[in-house]
């Protein structure tokens, strides 16, 4: 089967990619390399022994987008990662994070009309819920404000792709909101990487345990848990890679079309800050600054 992923050379999308091909699909990526490598393809290659079909374009271009289409259109499914989302970068400049994640998504779906392509994993987040009072979060869990642009463009691009459902015949949809990735694929090839300033608690630890960043900062000591320090649940990412080739295949095996479903993502299970922390210090036998 051919599968389609949208901004593949990505953390999440290149544990996703490895995960596919291991399950033996062929697999075509579009990417614009805006915060990703290249030289990820080459890594994937030496991981599962095959090098993806790649090719570079903006998905917010959408006479390039039709473009491809034309030419590569025997795609059993798409799974849609290609997204800003830097939570801080969202807040400073709004616009770019709207016109960036919604036109990519509405250029993608009119295409995938067009071309009768009827099956969607889409990548959304944890986010949506925004300041949540009652736990464990589930899927019935109401969606609030969002906390930050980016989040909005997650709970807009959910309702677009629900309305789609309704309305186009066969379509199909899955949503994964994701709570907090972190790890790597256990060969050490790929990882989580981000181009500037990390964003999230990860990177920080190991770029200060590198000597690249002169500081961890932990903001708040006082939180209402064990520590002081806030939690989280954590997701490592090859459980993430993994749970998208489930949503795939139940839409691919899914007899009944026109459905719209949301999983939730996560552990269920809180890991602190400073746990986090003390965990990395232990286990690499280095203290953090």
Same mark, same amino acid.
């Given at each position: ?10 953390? =999440?999308?290149? /544990?996703?990619? %490895? ?12 990417? @614009? ?5 290249? $030289? ?6 030496? &991981? ?18 039709? *473009? ?8 059993? #499914? ?8 830097? %939570? ?44 949540? $009072? ?10 609030? *404000? ?31 909101? !994701? ?17 500037? &300033?990390? $964003?999230?608690?990860?990177?920080? %630890? ?27 649940? !954590? =997701? ?6 993994? #749970? /998208? &080739? #489930? ?7 899914? @007899? ?5 479903? =949301? ?19 232990? &286990?690499?036998?280095? *203290?953090?600054?």
């Amino acid at each position: 089967m051919n599968i389609l992923v949208t901004g593949g050379t990505g953390y =999440i999308g290149s /544990h996703t990619i %490895v995960e596919l091909q291991n399950k033996g699909f062929d697999v075509f990526i579009i990417d @614009n390399l805006s915060n990703s490598q290249i $030289e990820t393809l080459d890594q994937i290659e030496k &991981i599962t022994g095959q090098k993806p079909k790649f090719t570079k374009l903006d998905l917010c271009n959408y006479q390039e987008l039709a *473009k491809y289409f034309e030419n590569n259109n025997d795609f059993d #499914a798409v799974i849609h990662f290609a997204a800003l989302k830097a %939570v801080g970068e969202s807040i400073q400049n709004p616009a770019k994070y709207y016109q960036n994640n919604l036109n990519s998504l509405t250029n993608l779906l009119d295409l995938m009309s067009k071309h009768n392509l009827s099956n969607l994993v889409f990548s959304s987040s944890a986010s949506v819920y925004g300041d949540v $009072e009652k736990f464990p979060i589930t899927e019935k869990a109401p969606i609030k *404000k969002p906390e930050s642009p980016y989040g909005d463009t997650k709970i807009i691009g959910e309702k677009i792709i629900k309305g789609v459902t309704e309305v186009k015949n066969n379509f199909s949809a899955i949503t994964l909101r !994701y709570f907090n990735v972190i790890g790597a694929h256990d060969s050490a090839l790929i990882g989580e990487l981000p181009s500037g &300033i990390p $964003e999230n608690l990860i990177p920080f %630890v190991t770029q200060t345990a590198i000597g690249k960043r002169k500081e961890l900062k932990i903001f708040g000591n006082d939180y209402d848990t064990p520590d002081g320090t806030c939690i989280r649940d !954590y =997701i490592h990412v090859v459980d993430l890679a993994q #749970a /998208h &080739i #489930a949503a795939l295949e139940r839409l691919i095996d899914k @007899n009944n079309k026109n459905a719209y479903e =949301i999983f939730n993502i996560g552990t269920g299970q809180g890991t602190s800050v400073m746990e986090i922390i003390n965990t990395f210090e232990k &286990i690499s036998s280095q *203290k953090l600054n």
